[in-house]
């Protein structure tokens, strides 16, 4: 059994008790439940692309050596939930995009979309934060019972093992730690401006592809080069500013929308990307887009109904576009021609 399977499934075992569970719009309406909310949006968009209750969502599969990819079907109520709003604050807040159909230029769902996109992601980073500082401690303190319990492993008691990860997760925890920070300011911006109606704090570009592509995707990644190597995020460099994108993909009619946003402050850091984009044809957007959803995002789903339609060799095409990403940096991925999840 391999290395990453172990630690995998350690991870997995300590979700339940990190988890956390919070209302990202926390004030005075607030209800003491938490809800399992959809950052992609379950009445008009995992609903479109469903069929019997479920999609599909590519997982590297931790049982194989070469961490192959495999697509697995997931209900669409559990699909892209997390555990970040009161039932009251969900239900209220994102009316707008739940139950109303996009509208081009509408700066309040262009805002909302952003807001569920960035709140998947700030989520994320609040656990992955928490668990990072769990291990860290776990491991300064030597806690092999703990190890033992969770990752089903005998550590060496040595002070060269416990310091490798001390040193590891030491570096992980102040990362992610900074990351969330950085979060946690825009959580406080995004709150504001919505209290406020200042939608037009959040730019966005609009991609519409003219055909159907039954893909969903959500999230809030720091992409760090745009198409010509210029950097827009130095993610190596500890406690860098970081420029958020949200991104958000769905069929609706005929047509697939792609929303790339960022806040008003950091359009200047990513307005040239956008043009860059918009000067492309219409099939390298589908590749640049392609790139930026497999290599920047995990909240991608695509609909069974596509799936089952395709042969073996098209099958077998998707999943090494999702494993290509394994060692490969996206800006080296942009020009490759033959890197497209939006297919038929």
Known sequence: MNTFYNFSTGYN??????????????????EKKIVKAHSVQNNRILNSISENGEVLRFYHDSMSEELEVKALAIGKKKASTFSGFCKYHDMKIFQPIEIQEYQSSNLEQQFLFAYRAFSFDYYAKKYQSTLFDKLFEVYSNHDSEFLKKYFKFEPPNTNDFYNYYINYFGRLSEEAKDSFEQMEKLRV????????????????YEVRFNE?????ASGAPTVDYDLNGNMINDLPRLHSYLSFMFITVFPQKNNTVVLLSCTKNDIAKY?????????????????V???????????????????NCLDDSEKIYLENIFHAT???HPKELYNKLDFNIFIK
């Open 13 to 30: 075992r300590l979700k339940n008790e990190l988890l956390p569970k919070i209302c990202i719009y926390d004030d005075e309406n607030c």
């Open 189 to 204: 911006a995004f709150n504001t401006n919505l209290l406020k109606n200042r939608y037009y704090k959040i730019k966005t």
């Open 212 to 216: 159907r592509f039954e893909i969903a």
């Open 271 to 287: 307005n040239r990307f956008f043009k860059q984009i918009e000067q492309l044809s219409e099939e390298r957007k589908r590749i």
């Open 289 to 307: 887009i392609s790139v930026l959803l497999v290599c920047y995002i995990e909240n991608i789903y695509m609909s069974p109904r596509l799936w």
């Open 326 to 328: 394994i060692g490969n």
